[in-house]
């Protein structure tokens, strides 16, 4: 009986391998297995890619794994995987002041073949602001393409200034005119404040101040130049700006403090990001309600541009899928996704024909400003060492803000430090 069974099964195993030989040779074969892209991303754009995963499956017939990591570890965990050649990401979702050192590492791989390709779908590069692109290009290469994109407005609350007579400042004279005007400290009002904390938000809110005045932080050799006359002048005027019209906390205010002080009525105006709008306008959370407007940061002396940032997708060089990388980026930022999913996911969008539709501007008006702000926007220059740069450079205007150093002291202390940091680089090899 157990001769019978054992004869059974081999000859269930010898037909069935009969059959896989005999189906080969007709050119049968098992399905291939579907294509497998992953995400490396952040927050909100990591939940918006996930909304749109099952979609771009259905569609495309590839499928999306989304990894997220908070801001702390996005860039230790990034710089793994691509430095490393990995290949185990197929896009990435970075800042665009961190797209120098990704670029130049080359760890990324130009879209340029795919958007030329008749038979892949395009992208209009033309439907995003200049400054939203510039970090994603070197030449005529481009890695990247923006999802978001804020630059810094000007909040304001309208029946705050109709009460003072004050039409809306559109240079930075006028600005302080009107914020002086506007504080009151015995009655805890004041005319306007932007963050100014040491580190990241002094360095950020400064840098609107800075290129106003016709400054800027390197020359082309990578020397700084940040302690310039123009940049000393405009140090000078935020300092006095903030120290005749914000509240006296504003030292240690990052955007959070910032923007509840608009919103409880305290500030008349403010330096913010337009992705803050949302708080003001919330009834649960503002007592402002109906009061706030938006317009551009006003002009310097010598030029009215406006700090930004920008994030956008890329793809890793080592990506064994590349078009497929390509089509859900192209996915992700379609007109009717970027409206459907980006926006009320809470995204600071950026394509033009997106926001500047009536429909959107009505609900959120602060696009228009932010907008035409991005036309020529800039950003800091992103060098690997530009994380170091920016907590000298904002600890130097916290310094000068609170009074324990002249701004000309504390921009020349931190030109030499910048300076030391890329010398010890190797930014100023001898010739």
């Not at 990591?46 to 990591?69: M, N, P, R, W």
């Not at 990704?102 to 990324?108: C, E, K, R």
């Not at 510039?134 to 005529?140: C, E, S």
């Not at 959107?360 to 992103?382: T, V, Y």
């Amino acid at each position: 009986m157990q001769n019978k069974k054992r004869f059974v099964s081999l000859t269930m195993i010898f037909i069935l391998l009969t059959s896989i030989v005999y189906f080969a040779g007709l050119g049968y074969a098992a399905p291939e297995q579907k294509v497998t892209i992953r995400i490396l991303s952040i927050s909100i754009f990591a939940t918006a890619a996930e909304k749109l995963a099952s979609e771009f499956e259905k569609k495309f017939g590839v499928k999306v794994v989304v990894d997220s990591a908070p801001w702390e570890t996005l860039r230790e965990k990034q710089v793994l995987e691509l430095s490393a050649r990995t290949g185990v990401y197929d896009i990435v979702a970075w800042c665009g002041i961190g797209m120098k050192e990704y670029i130049d590492a080359g760890w990324l791989y130009p879209l340029n073949e795919f958007l030329k390709d008749p038979k892949l779908p395009k992208i209009d590069l033309g439907d995003f602001p200049k400054a939203a692109m510039d970090p994603y290009m070197k030449g005529d290469l481009v890695y990247g393409i923006p999802h978001s994109a804020e630059a810094f407005i000007l909040f304001y609350n309208k029946r705050r200034l109709k009460e003072a007579g004050l039409a809306i400042p559109t240079t930075m004279d006028e600005l302080y005119q009107a914020a002086k005007k506007m504080t009151d400290k015995a009655k805890g009002q004041y005319g306007f404040a932007c963050p100014a904390a040491k580190g990241e938000h002094a360095c950020s809110n400064w840098s609107t101040f800075l290129w106003s005045w016709g400054g800027d932080y390197f020359d082309k050799d990578w020397k700084p130049i940040f302690n310039s006359k123009e940049g000393v002048a405009a140090l000078e005027f935020f300092v006095k700006l903030l120290k005749d019209c914000a509240p006296p906390g504003v030292t240690a205010w990052g955007n959070e403090e910032t923007t509840n002080s608009f919103a409880q009525g305290e500030l008349a105006m403010m330096q913010m990001w337009k992705g803050l709008a949302a708080i003001v306008r919330d009834p649960k959370r503002s007592r402002v309600v109906g009061e706030e407007h938006f317009a551009r940061m006003p002009a310097g002396p010598k030029a009215q541009i406006a700090r930004f940032g920008a994030w956008g997708h890329s793809i890793a060089a080592d990506s064994k899928y590349k078009e497929e990388a390509y089509k859900f980026i192209y996915f992700y930022n379609t007109p009717e996704n970027t409206r459907n999913v980006l926006l009320p996911e809470g995204i600071s969008i950026c394509r033009k024909s997106v926001v500047l539709d009536p429909a959107i501007l009505k609900d959120e008006p602060e696009f228009e400003p932010q907008m035409a702000a991005l036309e020529n926007a800039k950003e800091r220059p992103g060098l690997v060492e530009i994380w170091e740069i920016i907590e000298i450079v904002g600890r130097a205007v916290n310094e000068a803000v609170v009074g324990t150093k002249s701004p000309r002291v504390a921009l020349d202390e931190a030109a030499v430090e910048v300076y030391r940091l890329l010398e010890k680089a190797g930014y100023y090899k001898k010739k």
